[in-house]
């Protein structure tokens, strides 16, 4: 499960990175700079991220916290991400809307960085199943990045991959809290649950949201 695990929070964590700079593109043009600042800032906030692992508690009860909670958030802010910034873009200046998604980006990256270190710290590895980690954590940004481009974008749009990535955030979160017997674990699965819920719920009204934001904002 580690693995597949590990797989899926780097496939999350591209999408999260290439749907801010498709939707800047979109709006505010230059899809080069778009892409290239937003591939710099990610890498830049990764290693800023494995910086600050080593400052949280290194038992495996404290990585597993740690893990829960990276990844509640990450599903909360990369998967509501497209729809508070086309809202906010109805009324927000250009300079206002690029810094709040360059800012979404490095917290994104930063949190993607603890990932790692924390499902390291929550199983007794040996250095092959560490670099198996490493592989299936570069394989799975590499799906993530391919099918972005080939497969969700086209056939979903930026808001349904937002909000259906942030599902996949959850369904992990969900995955580790049910296999550990802990005192908050029912509070983590109500929280994910939660989620789940706002997630649906923006799924099923994107149509709406989307009829709103080009009737406001484009024409």
Known sequence: MIYLSTAIVA?????????????????????????????????????????????????????YRHFILVELVLS?????????????????????????????????????????????????VQTDNTQGLLTANYLGAMVGAVAFGLWLLPALGLVLTSLATGMLNVAVAAAFILRNDRRWSSLLLRVAGSLAA??????????????????????
Not at 11 to 37: D, F, H, K, P
Not at 198 to 209: H, P, R, V, Y
């Open 76 to 124: 909360f802010l990369g998967g509501l991400s497209i729809v508070s910034l086309l809202l906010l873009a109805t009324w927000t200046p250009a300079a206002v809307l690029s810094l709040l998604s360059h800012s979404l980006m490095v917290v994104i990256g930063v949190l993607s960085g603890l990932e790692l270190p924390l499902l390291l710290r929550q199983h007794t």
């Open 11 to 63: 496939l999350c964590s591209m999408v999260y990175e290439l749907q801010l700079a498709q939707l800047l593109a979109s709006l505010l043009g230059n899809t080069v700079l778009r892409y290239s600042v937003t591939i710099g800032l990610y890498l830049a906030a990764l290693g800023i991220g494995s910086l600050l692992a080593n400052r949280l508690r290194q038992d495996p009860p404290a990585a």
């Open 198 to 219: 706002i997630f649906i719920l923006a799924a099923i009204n994107a149509s709406k949201l989307a009829d709103y934001f080009f009737t406001r904002f484009i024409s």
